[in-house]
Nanobody, 124 residues
Framework: QVQLVESGGGLVQAGGSLRLSCAAS????????MGWFRQAPGKEREFVAG????????GYGDSVKGRFTISRDNATNTVYLQMNSLKPENTAVYYC?????????????????WGQGTQVTVSS
């Protein structure tokens, strides 16, 4: 069964950095576009970053542009999210997701496989 497993979350002070990893079992991790979403308590799950299968196309939510970077290593079926200059409002559970297709998307409906999430907490 195909699975996505996130890691790298934790507690960090404002201004600090974290790198999240998403390991995909099977061929999923290298055969489709991938994305990161997050959900804070009481809020809707929102798009953070996405990357096409090839890695050529990437995109970001407006609130993280210039601070977060998504990348992938198709040889190891792993997707990364480098998060710099973290702010308390970035506190959320971060989810890795695999899309149905190979092209980049920022729409939640394009993704049909989700990880269990990893908690990121940014203290002020």
């Amino acid at each position: 069964q195909v699975q996505l497993v996130e890691s790298g979350g934790g507690l960090v002070q404002a201004g600090g950095s974290l790198r999240l990893s998403c390991a995909a079992s099977g061929r999923t991790g290298s055969s489709v576009a991938m994305g990161w979403f997050r959900q804070a308590p009481g809020k809707e799950r929102e798009f953070v970053a996405g990357i096409s299968r090839s890695g050529v196309t990437t995109g970001y939510g407006d609130s993280v542009k210039g601070r977060f970077t998504i990348s992938r290593d198709n040889a190891t079926n792993t997707v990364y999210l480098q998060m710099n200059s973290l702010k308390p409002e970035n506190t959320a559970v971060y989810y890795c997701a695999a899309a149905r297709e190979t092209y980049y998307s920022d729409s939640r409906s394009s993704f049909n496989l989700w990880g269990q999430g990893t908690q990121v907490t940014v203290s002020s």
